[in-house]
Every structure is written in C-alpha cells, then in structure tokens.
C-alpha cells in the first residue's frame, strides 16, 4: 500500500520560504508522474506544479517563477521549493503520485501571514 506523507508545512511571513516535502514507499518514484496540489478555504482544489516521471515540470502561472518542484528517487521523495511567498498562497497543500492508481497525501498545511 502506498501512503504519501507530506511535511514541511507550516506559518511563515510574507516573502518567506518553505520547502514541503512528499515520501512515499512501495513504489517506484522514477515511473510515475508526481505532481502538488493545493486547496484554499472556499475554493476548489488546484494544480500547482507537475513533474512527468522523464523530469518535464509544468507550473501554475500564479506560482511561476517563485516555486520549484522536484524528486530524490534514490529517497523516493519529492519537494516543493517555495520562495516569495504570498497571503494568497495559504492553503493546504497535498502531494499526488500518478501511476496505475492514483495516490494522494494526506495534506500539509501553509500558511503566509504577518
């Protein structure tokens, strides 16, 4: 069975850094398609960054440029840098895993507030 489990998340003032992280074990992290997710109070849930299992990244054009994602297959983790962080970034933030089935995280929460 496989369980990704979210970390990283947390409060952190306007501008600031986070870097979520997403592990998972009993698959192949290099095979399957990853990608975060975030869902704000009162909106739908949304893309923020994908990454094909060949490394091709996709963004979000509301994170361009201020969030990176990326994987450690060795550790069969993946991340998301987030850099220049904004209040309208708050959100809770899930990991999906996209292979024969669909797994997602559990969800870490971000909150950018002074």
């Known amino acids: 069975q496989v369980h990704p489990v979210e970390s990283g998340g947390g409060l952190v003032q306007p501008g600031g850094s986070l870097r979520l992280s997403c592990a998972a074990s009993g698959i192949v992290f290099s095979r399957n398609n990853m990608d975060w997710y975030r869902q704000a109070p009162g909106k739908e849930r949304e893309l923020v960054a994908f990454?094909?299992?060949?490394?091709?990244?996709t963004y979000a054009d509301s994170v361009k440029g201020r969030f990176t994602i990326s994987r450690d297959n060795a550790k069969n983790t993946m991340y998301l840098q987030m850099n220049s962080l904004k209040p309208e970034d708050t959100a809770v933030y899930y990991c999906?895993?996209?292979?024969?089935?669909?797994?997602w995280g559990q969800g870490t929460q971000v909150t950018v507030s002074s």
């Open positions: 999906r895993i996209v292979g024969r089935t669909i797994y």
């Open positions: 990454m094909s299992s060949n490394g091709t990244t």
